[in-house]
């Protein structure tokens, strides 16, 4: 690949895993290597079966149940930031081996905001990321300032909410939401 870049995209509407699970699609379809690992989330969701599926795609999973982290006590948080830390030290032990062509962190800015990882390790990332690794990462930012990742990118996407049927109590639906 030419020189990667960094890709951001956040906000409080819908879309931001699809749009990073349609650039895996473009670089796979061009013979691209690929790292997928998606924080806070179970392995259920609907497109993890079909991304696992792809060639030269290689798909970090979580294990067991993963509850909000809004609804833990300090004690159940502190257990999955020590889950999670494994993860990641695992993920950018890969990133920084530079096999990759794109690197996809889903919902990584969830995991920064929350301190579920350590900020210094995800600005590390950006600003060593390898030369020809374009990195793509994705997450809400509950109003929290997150310019320490905007300004590192090269591309910035805000999607921004407008109506959601959850707001309205529709619980997430297979296949569309989750």
């Given at each position: ?99 990759y062509d794109l690197v996809v962190l889903d919902e990584v800015i969830d995991a920064y905001n929350l301190g579920t990882i350590p900020k210094e390790q995800l600005h590390e990332m950006m600003d060593k990321r390898p030369e020809g690794t374009e990195l793509v990462i994705t997450g809400h930012q509950y109003g929290m300032d ?33």
């Open positions: 690949m030419q020189k990667g870049c960094i890709q951001l995209y956040y906000g409080d509407g819908k879309g931001k895993t699809t749009a990073a699970i349609g650039q895996i699609v473009r670089c796979v379809g061009h013979g691209f290597k690929v790292l997928v690992y998606q924080f806070l989330k179970e392995p259920n969701s609907g497109e993890v079966s079909v991304i696992k599926s792809l060639p030269g795609v290689e798909y970090i999973e979580n294990e067991g149940p993963i509850p909000f982290m809004f609804n833990l006590t300090p004690e159940q948080q502190e257990f999955y930031k020590e889950k999670f830390q494994k993860k990641f030290d695992e993920v950018r032990e890969k990133y920084f081996s530079g096999e997150i310019s320490e990742l905007t300004n590192r990118a090269d591309y910035v996407t805000k999607f921004v909410k407008e109506k959601h049927p959850f707001d309205l109590g529709m619980p997430c639906r297979k296949g569309i939401e989750e």
